[in-house]
């Protein structure tokens, strides 16, 4: 059935979900979070218009709507948060987002979510550079600084409880089999990785400095926004030690990078 998460991890008051086919139409297909810990709640990167409709209606299998507490937005991109004046309507969640971003989140709101909704800045919680630790129920997660990977406001969410790191853009796959959600052989899946990699991720030394840091966390699994999940130390570890090699982003520049072109033209719009 469309909208049936994939259970990350679950215990007596603890839960987290994977929505993972929830886009249609041309959008790139994206995974959307839930958090639940007794009676508290969180959303992570719940996305655009694409996936508003289908994924409240997902949610509510689980949920009461109104009663949503958060939605955590790793970064600013349209598949991450483009549908947050629908979820400020309908629900009364916290939207928590980087400082730099949140200054820019009120362009996502029309003049009707305003008169709606009030002050929307009492409604942000803006997380500083250094990340922070957030209680959660009777546990807590945390905001893990990953700036430069690929935003340069960017925060991962770890949840202690289940050892899941939420983990954005990083570790994402484009294409490949979607009935496994979970990657089972690391060598095969880089083809599916690299390009992206090379492309949205600034630097190998902010990879390196990120990965050796994620190395010291107690985790279990790495979850992206996009693609399947690692899931297990040794898998965990295969990619760690893979994107702290990747050349990357300035790493591939050189002085054609930045010439005009000298032939060709983009195609015209009737």
């Known amino acids: 059935m469309k909208g049936q998460p994939i259970t990350l991890y679950s215990d007596a008051n603890h839960v987290c979900l994977a929505f993972n ?23 992570l990167d719940p996305g655009g218009d694409l996936t508003y409709i289908p994924m409240s209606i997902a949610l509510s299998r689980y949920i009461k709507l109104r009663e ?10 349209p598949d991450i948060i483009a549908s947050i004046d629908r979820w400020v309507i309908n629900t009364n969640c916290d939207v928590i987002v980087s400082k730099l971003w949140g200054r820019f989140l009120p362009h996502l709101l029309s003049g009707h979510v305003g008169k709606t909704v009030g002050n929307f800045s009492e409604r942000m919680i803006e997380l500083p550079d250094g990340g922070a630790n ?33 983990s954005g853009d990083m ?4 294409g490949g089999n979607e009935s496994e959600y979970f990657v089972q052989d690391f060598d095969a899946h880089i083809p599916l990785m690299k390009g992206f990699h090379q492309r949205y991720m ?8 990120w ?60």
């Open 21 to 43: 086919d929830l886009v249609e139409g041309e959008g790139v297909q994206s995974n959307q979070f839930l958090i639940k810990n007794g009676d508290t709640t969180m959303l």
């Open 68 to 77: 949503l507490d958060y939605i955590f937005a790793s970064h600013q991109d």
């Open 134 to 166: 957030m209680a959660f129920g009777d546990t807590k997660v945390t905001f893990i600084p990953a700036h430069f990977l690929h935003s340069v406001g960017n925060f991962q969410l770890f949840d202690p409880t289940s050892k899941i790191l939420f």
């Open 171 to 174: 570790g994402a796959s484009i």
């Open 202 to 209: 600034c630097a190998s030394k902010a990879t390196r400095l």
């Open 211 to 270: 990965a050796d840091a994620v190395r010291k966390l107690d985790i279990n699994m790495i979850v992206p926004q996009h693609g399947q999940a690692f899931k297990g130390r040794e898998m965990v570890n295969a990619f760690l030690d893979w994107i702290s090699e990747l050349p990357c982003g300035v790493d591939l520049l050189d002085g054609s990078s930045y010439q005009a072109p000298k032939r060709g033209l983009v195609k015209a719009v009737a």
